[in-house]
């Protein structure tokens, strides 16, 4: 069948990005269920995997944890009501530690579909019964667009921040899948929003799609301009992506009591943090990974309903693969990066 592969580790990616006929076709193991891909979605954990991750070192490979597409077959004990319904893929597969006599249980850390094995860039995938959710008639480019982003978004806004209607939010690195998510998310919500970007033309992208406002990230701390959006006094929580390069800013925009919240660290992951800023104005520091499948539920709910829909950047033919990966590596997208299987 047909697939793109990563053919080798490197950086840039793009180079060892090719599309293959020949990969062998996926068998759907005991609860699992093989889906038949209409459209995948780029991340930018597809860099990651191309670069080398601890523990990747195996190549070819097949990235990709963002699909969409027809359940063709399943697996052992799962119901055949699955076959032919169109199926969206939440990615994070929670795994347990094994129970230990002496050790208390922690939470389960999360195996991620596209990472440690194969993922949606392939003509057919398998994954758990349990991490797919019916989509009916939605288009399925939007809907592989949307999931992963917007489930991040989501548990960091909703779980973890626990963000009220009313509040000012900063969301960093306006552009990418994750930010955008957010954007839509907290205007949803009723919520002031203000982004930060190193593009002019990003900035008033995000504006036209409902930004309050917005500041222009030269590399130097914006901070001062952020707070005086709010009258001085800050945002109630932040929104990051971009990690070391803006997480002085980013602390320094935080009212008392702030939280800011992170699930990724694009520009490096070796910030300094002001210990005294944080204690002495009482501001949380929270990391968010995805989101289980009742997050997922959540926001997929929206995006059925109506109220959300992904932005997108540029919708690719999967024999034009390459150039979607020099699109993503190049960072000058404005919304997710797809991949139209059917």
């Known amino acids: 069948m047909r697939a793109i592969t990563i053919t080798a580790q490197g950086d840039p990616v793009t180079p060892n990005v090719a599309v293959v006929d020949d990969w062998p076709e996926p068998a759907p193991a005991a609860g699992e269920v093989l889906v038949r891909t209409e459209a995948s979605a780029l991340n930018h954990l597809d860099l990651w995997v191309g670069r080398g991750l601890p523990g990747i070192d195996t190549y070819p490979r097949i990235g990709g944890s963002d699909g969409c597409g027809r359940v063709e077959a399943v697996g052992d004990g799962v119901d055949e009501h699955w076959i032919g319904r169109r199926v969206v893929l939440n990615a994070a597969v929670p795994q347990a530690d094994p129970p230990h006599p002496d050790h208390s249980p922690a939470a389960a850390h999360l195996h991620m579909l596209g990472e440690a094995g194969p993922g949606t860039h392939q003509a057919m995938f398998t994954a758990p019964a349990a991490n797919v959710l019916d989509v009916g008639d939605a288009d399925p480019v939007e809907a592989a667009a949307f999931a992963l982003s917007s489930l991040t978004a989501w548990r960091m806004i909703a779980t973890k921040a626990g963000v009220q209607a009313g509040q000012t939010v900063l969301v960093t690195g306006i552009g990418g899948g994750v930010a955008l998510s957010s954007l839509a998310i907290l205007k949803w919500l009723g919520c002031t929003v203000l982004v930060t970007s190193r593009h002019q033309w990003k900035l008033d992208r995000a504006i036209e799609l409902g930004a309050d406002d ?38 320094k925009s935080l009212a008392r009591g702030g939280v800011f919240v992170t699930c990724g660290c694009t520009s490096g992951p070796m910030a300094t ?70």
């Open 214 to 251: 917005g500041v222009l990230d030269t590399g130097e701390d914006w901070s001062r301009s952020m707070r005086g959006l709010t009258g001085k006094r800050g945002v109630h929580a932040c929104i990051d992506s971009v990690g070391q390069a803006v997480h002085e800013s980013c602390l």
């Open 273 to 342: 943090t002001d210990l005294a800023r944080v204690f002495w104005n009482q501001l949380s520091i929270l990391g968010s990974t995805m989101g289980d499948m009742d997050e997922f539920r959540s926001i997929l709910t929206l995006f059925t309903a109506g109220h959300l829909k992904p932005i997108l950047d540029s919708v690719h033919d999967v024999a034009d693969a390459p150039a979607a990966w020099a699109r993503l590596e190049s960072g000058e997208q404005f919304g997710k990066i797809a991949l139209q299987w059917s």
